[in-house]
């Protein structure tokens, strides 16, 4: 299995440019998770999904959209790209939650975004 | 107030010493908490969950305090390859509302 795995590794973007970050898992999870990481600071969510066709908002969803078409597919899309937007990007999966128990998230290798 | 904070270290320990990190949470709802391990320029990796009882996994033991809203990581036998930043990571009840803490830093030096 390779797990979560995330392209590009690497990207400059322009401001008021758009690229679309690409997320896969070969594990048959269910949830996926879009998490970026600023210096210094904590993983943020941006959006997760609970399955193909279903996603919804995390804590910082301003700029960004996505889409769940299948199950192992989970892209993240920049529209207009902003300085602020410049961090760590990273894709995650899970199996469901048992009853509010702990579950284990596998993270891809990250994305590292540059807006200038 | 963070809802989830920790000290940011660096802890600069040798080779065979223990050390403790503690984090603490404002949510006093939470149900799931767990240390996740992050080496430099790479993703975080679970490195164990947190529960009630308290629980150890070989040199690593993890204390969760619930009346006073804290989680702990104990290392014992400190070696290099310890050297990462662990986060704290302490989830609400249902929905996906997870929340990582900014981590701390442990450097083990020979």
């Known amino acids: 299995n390779a797990g979560v795995t995330q392209t590009p590794k690497f990207r400059i973007l322009k401001i008021g440019q758009s690229m679309t970050l690409q997320c896969a898992q070969d594990?048959?999870?269910?949830?996926m998770y879009w998490y970026r990481q600023d210096p210094g600071m904590g993983l943020k969510l941006i959006y997760y999904s609970v399955g193909a066709g279903i996603t919804d908002k995390g804590e910082v969803p301003n700029g960004y959209n996505v889409s769940r078409s299948t199950t192992e597919d989970f892209p993240l899309r920049l529209e207009l790209a902003a300085p602020s937007q410049t961090s760590v990007y990273f894709c995650?999966?899970?199996?469901?939650?048992?009853?509010?128990?702990?579950?284990?998230?596998?993270f891809g290798p990250g994305t590292r975004l540059t807006v200038t | 107030r963070k809802e989830v904070e920790q000290d940011p270290g660096p802890f600069n320990v040798p080779e065979g010493a223990t050390v403790a990190f503690n984090c603490t949470y404002s949510?006093?709802?939470?149900?799931?908490f767990f240390w996740y391990r992050q080496d430099c320029r790479k993703e975080p990796k679970l490195l164990m969950s947190?529960?009630?009882s308290g629980n150890e996994d070989g040199r690593f033991t993890a204390q969760l305090n619930r009346a006073s809203q804290y989680i702990s990581l104990l290392i014992r036998d400190s070696k290099l390859s310890d050297s990462a930043t662990y986060l704290c990571v302490v989830k609400g009840t249902g929905g996906f509302k997870t929340i990582f803490g900014a981590g701390t830093r442990l450097f083990v030096k020979a």
């Open positions: 949510n006093s709802a939470s149900q799931s």
């Open positions: 995650a999966s899970s199996t469901p939650p048992a009853g509010g128990s702990s579950h284990e998230q596998y």
């Open positions: 947190v529960y009630s």
């Open positions: 594990m048959n999870h269910n949830y």
